[in-house]
Antibody, heavy 119, light 108 residues
């Protein structure tokens, strides 16, 4: 049974850097893309980006300049950093697995982390 | 970027009724790369349908997907109480992956 467990700071001030990590349990770490997706309160889903076990990435151009994804294969973990946050970055952030290395849907999700940006 | 527009925004139905949800893309999407998810309050989304019409593991056969090109449909043949939720379509064939804005299926 694949499980994604995520953690990170839940309250940030404007201009700070958001940092979240997701650990993968119960399945292979290679052979998949690992995603970050966010959902502002009461709104829809926005794909942030993805990374595979070898560090190959793709980012949403709307956030590209502020996002960095990284991977630690020794721990089966991947991480998100989003710089210069503002109130518009307040959202529930999910880590998630794409069901393969090609163009695949998302089949497993983390529990979500609410990140609030407020002065 | 492919924009997905879902309609209606809200669907008010009774248990046992049929639900038909629409997802329209701003440009053609291969049917291999269209998925549907539902999300209940306080939970992460769950994959229902992938490749436009294939049910994910454990999804009951009252859920079905269809469509091609720019028009896709999710049908729930008979609504069960646990089906009242928000439904999202997603295209995963091109980057950035994009989601529709969601359709809320609520109890009438």
């Amino acid at each position: 049974q694949v499980q994604l467990q995520q953690w990170g700071a839940g309250l940030l001030k404007p201009s700070e850097t958001l940092s979240l990590t997701c650990a993968v349990y119960g399945g292979s770490f290679s052979g998949y893309y690992w995603n970050w997706i966010r959902q502002p309160p009461g709104k829809g889903l926005e794909w942030i980006g993805e990374i595979n076990h070898s560090g190959s990435t793709a980012y949403n151009p709307s956030l590209n300049s502020r996002v960095t994804l990284s991977v630690d294969t020794s721990k089966n973990q991947f991480s998100l950093k989003l710089s210069s946050v503002n109130a518009a970055d307040t959202a529930v952030y999910y880590c998630a697995r794409t069901a393969g290395l090609g163009s695949e849907p998302i089949d497993y999700w983390g529990q979500g982390t609410l990140v609030t940006v407020s002065s | 970027e492919i924009v997905l527009t879902q309609s209606p925004g809200t669907l008010s139905l009774s248990p046992g009724e049929r639900a038909t949800l629409s997802c329209r893309a701003s440009q053609s999407v291969s049917s291999r790369y269209l998925a549907w998810y539902h999300q209940k309050p306080g939970q992460a989304p769950r994959l229902l349908i992938y490749a436009a019409s294939s049910r994910a593991t454990g999804i009951p056969d009252r859920f079905s997907g269809s469509g091609s090109g720019t028009d896709f449909t999710l049908t729930i043949s008979r609504l069960e109480p646990e089906d009242f939720a928000v439904y999202y379509c997603q295209q995963y064939g091109s980057s950035p992956r994009t989601f529709g804005q969601g359709t809320k299926v609520e109890i009438k």
